[in-house]
């Protein structure tokens, strides 16, 4: 709390005191803040590869091979600012006890939000009806070019699971990275 100011009394030394306080307030906080950015922001960039990023952990994952959905979060710096915000979001799933398999939820047809739907065993596309197996590949008649774009994950350290995020150009049938 702010120093009251003295009743009739030196209004400069008032200034001073208050100054002190919020000083060390600021101070105080800047620990609390990076902790916080450090937390939201394991990525880790590498110019040509996308960001690699723990994702989860493998016990959140079930046995059965059912895709989870998770953000990626990344801190975006600048000259003047530093923000923290989301930069796009996978589908990860467990092929194997210890093997796992993630894509960029980005529809590759045009860029919507593909979803999975447990009862088609598949990812669909709420847009233009793409359809695409639970191991991301594209059905016949499916207006997208190429399968859902998979992304390199592993395991690490006994159970991190890392995946290197990268968004691709959509409406080609290569996948082209997005610079
Ligand atoms: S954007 Fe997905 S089918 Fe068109």
Not at 60 to 84: H, M, Y
Not at 108 to 129: S, T, Y
Not at 165 to 179: D, L
């Amino acid at each position: 709390m702010p120093p009251e100011p003295p009743p009739g009394g030196d209004r400069r030394d008032f200034v001073k005191k208050s100054c002190a306080v919020c000083i060390g307030g600021a101070l105080g906080a800047v620990p609390a803040l990076a902790g916080v950015v450090v937390f939201l922001d394991p990525l880790r960039r590498n110019a040509d590869a996308g960001l690699l990023a723990q994702i989860t952990t493998l016990d959140s994952l079930p046995d059965d091979g059912t895709p989870v959905l998770f953000p990626v979060i990344a801190t975006r710096t600048d000259a003047w600012n530093k923000a923290v915000a989301p930069i796009g979001a996978v589908y990860v799933r467990r092929v194997r006890p210890d093997q796992v398999q993630a894509f960029n939820i980005t529809c590759p047809h045009a860029g919507c939000a593909v979803e999975f739907q447990a009862e088609k065993e598949g990812f669909i596309c709420p847009c233009h009806n793409s359809l695409f197996s639970v191991s991301g590949k594209r059905s016949g008649d499916s207006p997208a070019a190429r399968d859902l774009d998979e992304l390199p994950a592993e395991i690490r350290n006994h159970g991190e699971v890392w995946v290197r995020f990268q968004n691709f150009k959509t409406g080609k049938a290569e996948k082209i990275a997005q610079s």
